[in-house]
């Protein structure tokens, strides 16, 4: 691949600076640091255009908070960082270096990756279950253990290296990296980027070397679909015998199984039959209860808040995508959802 230079001047324009507050502020325009950033905005775009072309950027000293997923009941360690300057500059970054990163990124590695999502992978992994019995008879369904605090700094960085000429800009990764000094921090706007370009070598390995007949990655969650489970298996050891490369190991929760009613493929939210899409259990109780909730206040002619309004909000696309009957039937029908929208 050839690598590409002349980034830095991009990066520290300031329009390119200004775009970024404006993306770095999505949602968090009520915020007190941010309020105080459009109030004189365009001093602080000088300003961090001034630290890094005079490379005296250095990262803020980070928060650590824990969160619970709603969806899955995961514990996060998030790390948070200042909106001023960290957050800005890391979107500054990325605005110039997605196309570079998105350039050789595998069709379908879909996690944080603009216009795709899990729709990309929801859609085509539903099409071929019902339309290639053949090539979808098994499944190998992996994940990569502790994804994200066993990334290897070193070799991140020389993979950047590969791909980047630009010695500013890799002053400007390098300073980020070394935020923490294992791994990539979660929670941050550079990191999901990375974690998603570290694995690109084991996407192109998969489907060019391995001719997986179709592959999809979710992060550090992999699909592998074939038509012979003793193909399966040797990919599978292929790929464990890669990722020791990568310093990453995969779970022992690994699966190769037959494709059928009885064994569904969990993934990127849904449970995906041959001829059906259903909502993943745990989703679904927690669908259940919003709409439980919110239901009994219209009976009761109680107020339905913002919050809950915009966590429908966010399950709905779960209830449309899927064939989900008996919520549809039992709870959605019996709620306002598009007026209860326009007053969110």
């Known amino acids: 691949m050839k690598r590409i230079g002349n980034l830095f001047e991009k990066i520290v324009s300031l329009d390119n600076i200004k775009l970024a507050i404006i993306e770095a502020s999505k949602n968090k325009r009520n915020r007190k640091e941010v309020k105080a950033v459009f109030e004189n905005i365009d001093f602080f775009v000088s300003q961090i255009q001034e630290m890094l072309i005079n490379k005296i950027f250095n990262n803020s000293e980070v928060i650590h908070r824990t969160r619970i997923e709603k969806l899955n009941g ?15 500059i890391h979107h500054a970054l990325m605005r110039v270096l997605e196309p570079v990163m998105t350039r050789g990124m595998y069709y379908y590695c879909c996690a944080n990756v603009r216009g795709r999502g899990e729709k990309h992978i929801r859609v085509n992994l539903s099409y071929v279950l019902r339309h290639d019995l053949k090539h979808t008879k098994y ?48 929670g941050t706007y550079t990191s999901q980027w990375l ?33 012979n489970k003793r193909k399966l298996k040797k990919i599978k050891d292929a790929i464990v015998e890669f990722l020791k490369y990568q310093a990453l190991t995969i779970k022992d929760t690994w699966r190769i199984f037959k494709v059928d009613e009885k064994n569904d493929i969990d993934f990127v939210g849904y449970r995906f039959f041959r001829k059906k899409i259903s909502i993943r259990k745990r989703i679904f109780k927690n669908i259940r209860r919003c709409l439980i909730r919110i239901r009994w ?39 306002p959802f598009n007026i209860l929208k326009k007053s969110a």
């Open 195 to 227: 974690a998603n370009f570290y694995l690109q070598d084991l996407d192109h390995y998969i489907k060019e070397k391995l001719r997986a007949s179709y592959y999809y990655r979710y992060a550090d969650d992999l699909v592998v679909l074939g038509s």
């Open 297 to 335: 206040k219209i009976d009761n002619h109680k107020r339905v808040i913002s919050h809950e309004i915009r966590r429908l909000a966010s399950y709905y696309g779960y209830i449309k995508n899927s064939d989900s009957y008996y919520i549809n039937s039992t709870y959605m029908k019996y709620i």
């Open 139 to 186: 499944c190998l369904k992996m994940d990569i253990k502790k994804y994200y605090p066993s990334i290897s700094i070193s070799l991140l960085k020389s993979k950047l290296r590969r791909v980047i000429k630009d010695n500013d800009v890799l002053w400007l990764l390098d300073t980020i990296i070394n935020i923490q000094e294992k791994g990539l921090p979660l």
């Open 74 to 88: 995961k514990v996060r360690d998030i790390t948070v960082l200042p909106f001023f300057p960290d957050q800005i």
